[in-house]
Nanobody, 123 residues
């Protein structure tokens, strides 16, 4: 069983930065791919970024590439999402997700989800 807890959300002005963290409590050994998704009010959940267990391969949504950076620290069992140049369209609840195996872009592949952290970008 894997429990995920996000932190680091908040209110930021356009052009600002935020760093999200995801702490994983892992009940059994395994190689977990991790990802960030987001969901804005009235919108469907969308993929933001993913990272493989080794950290060697990352994937980004087009809107995130060049502005967001996903990383992980397996010793600390944490994943991170550093976000730069935020704009109001980035306002959403951001979710951390994990799956046993590789990292993919499809949310349906992920078995474990956090409760989410709110990111609000003011204009």
């Amino acid at each position: 069983q894997v429990h995920l807890t996000e932190s680091g959300g908040g209110l930021v002005q356009t052009g600002g930065s935020l760093s999200l963290s995801c702490a994983a409590s892992i009940g059994r050994a395994g190689s977990y791919g991790m990802a960030w998704f987001r969901q804005a009010p009235g919108e469907e959940r969308e993929f933001v970024a993913a990272i493989t267990w080794s950290g060697c391969t990352t994937y980004y949504a087009p809107f995130a590439r060049g502005r967001f950076t996903i990383s992980r620290d397996n010793d600390m069992k944490m994943a991170f999402l550093q976000m730069y140049e935020l704009n109001p369209e980035d306002t959403a609840v951001y979710y951390c997700a994990a799956q046993d195996g590789g990292a993919t872009l499809n949310g349906d592949d992920y078995e474990y989800w956090g409760q989410g952290t709110q990111v609000t970008v003011s204009s």
